[in-house]
């Protein structure tokens, strides 16, 4: 089952704060996400596993509530080179192993 | 570090043709997963190999199949190419270490099918 993402698309000025959400409709063990520039590969931003653990880049904030089975994305002050779009992607098990169910993603703008 | 390569970049195949895609996974990692990306939508997994094997599948039909070989590199084949496999398909490598570590993405290949 894919992941929901929500906003679809978001425009920012440079400086503003964004939230991007990815809700599950079943149970989730992990939550990864990627940002893809057009044209470009996507590329890792974080991982968030059932139980708390965390690994990602220090100046990206995320969250995960497993009873929800939803996890956000926090932008803070906003640069251009954030612009993009988001992926979440899910996996129901430990032992899935990378083998990620993405959503549709999130167009993010930042504008100067 | 080399990081993960991809060839060909472009490709345009008839319907009905066959292709294979090739992945160089970065240097150390002895995963690779294959997705598919249509135009404005998230990617697709494909399967994923992991030492030579297959380790997991998606919900792609048997006409999709690959490769893995002894240096990690991969391999995607497609058989009897479909309009609807026009996407960029897109190869990521990670190392198994028994946690969960970033996956590695290459730039694809964009496949056209007419």
């Known amino acids: 089952q894919q992941p929901v993402q929500s906003p679809q698309a978001v425009i920012l000025r440079e400086g503003e704060d964004a939230v991007i959400n990815c809700s599950s409709s079943k149970a989730l063990y992990s939550v990864h996400w990627y940002r893809q520039k057009h044209g470009e590969a996507p590329v890792f931003l974080m991982i968030l596993l059932k139980g708390g653990e965390q690994k990602g880049h220090d100046k990206i904030s995320a969250s995960f509530n497993e009873k929800k089975q939803q996890s956000s994305l926090y932008l803070t002050a906003s640069q251009l080179s954030y612009s993009g779009t988001y992926f979440c992607?899910?996996?129901?098990?430990?032992?899935?192993?990378?083998?990620?169910?993405f959503g549709g993603g999130t167009r993010l703008m930042v504008k100067p | 570090e080399t990081g993960v390569t991809q060839s060909p970049t472009h490709l345009i195949k008839t319907r009905g043709q066959q292709v294979t895609l090739r992945c160089s996974s970065q240097?150390?990692?002895?995963?690779v997963s294959w997705y598919q990306q249509a135009l404005g939508q998230g990617p697709q997994f494909i399967f994923q190999y992991y030492r030579e094997e297959e380790n997991g599948r998606g919900n792609f039909p048997p006409r999709f199949s690959g490769l893995q070989f002894p240096n990690y590199s991969s391999e995607l084949n497609v058989n009897a190419l479909e309009l609807d496999d026009s996407a960029l398909y897109l190869c990521?490598?990670?190392?198994?270490?028994?946690?969960?570590?970033?996956?590695?993405f290459g730039p694809g290949t964009r496949l056209t099918v007419l």
């Open positions: 992607g899910t996996e129901l098990s430990q032992n899935a192993g990378n083998m990620l169910t």
């Open positions: 990521a490598s990670s190392p198994w270490t028994g946690e969960y570590n970033e996956q590695f």
């Open positions: 240097s150390g990692h002895n995963t």
